[in-house]
């Protein structure tokens, strides 16, 4: 029996096109659409990007200056868990800051990593509201929930959302 080159060829591309344009669909239409859409749909959220892969979801959100930065996420990961599954989900907001407010929050951050360090998450309120007062147009919105502290800073036009992460991860001692 003899095979043919050309034919050979061209059902190896055609069943591989098959394949790949399926899954591409599949990953399209049935799990990045309908995931979008209800990130899209959850209120204070102005736009978002995602980029989903087998192990993680890489979210990028722009939001409503009066925005609930912990309702959108909790909303996020319940509203997209079937969709989700076991990937780990990536947040990050871009914001609408200026450089003064990127400024004050860089003088607050030294008292804030240190509460976050130590677990004296309590402190974290007192100490923004402590820094506030430098700033007299400034408003502090600060919420914790088991995963995250979440910060909204208000300057005017300018808003600044910052989500710090509660869990710390170990290292591992190297063996010397």
């Known amino acids: 029996m003899k095979l043919r080159l050309l034919p050979v060829i061209l059902s190896v ?3 591989a096109g098959v394949l790949f344009g399926g899954w591409f669909a599949y990953t399209s ?3 990045e659409n309908p995931l979008a859409n209800k990130i899209d749909a959850v209120p204070g959220v102005a736009s ?3 980029n989903l892969s087998t192990n993680q979801v890489d979210i990028e959100l722009t939001l409503n200056a009066d925005a609930n930065l912990r309702t959108i996420v909790q909303q996020i990961k319940k509203d997209g868990a079937s969709i989700v599954g076991k990937r780990t989900v990536n947040i990050k907001v871009k914001d609408n800051s200026s450089a003064s407010l990127d400024a004050w ?4 951050l030294f008292e804030v990593a240190q509460a976050m360090e130590t677990k004296h998450y ?7 509201q402590k820094y506030a007062s430098d700033m007299p ?3 502090v919105d600060s919420e914790m929930d088991d995963e995250n502290v979440y910060i909204r800073l208000t300057d005017g036009e300018a808003t600044k959302f910052i989500m710090l992460p509660r869990v710390t991860q170990m290292g591992v001692w190297p063996n010397e």
């Not at 929050?105 to 607050?108: F, I, P, R, V």
């Not at 309590?122 to 923004?128: E, M, R, S």
């Open 13 to 15: 591309i055609i069943s």
């Open 29 to 31: 239409f049935a799990m």
């Open 48 to 50: 978002s990007t995602m």
């Open 105 to 108: 929050w860089s003088k607050a």
């Open 122 to 128: 309590a402190d974290i309120p007192v100490t923004l």
């Open 137 to 139: 147009d400034l408003k």
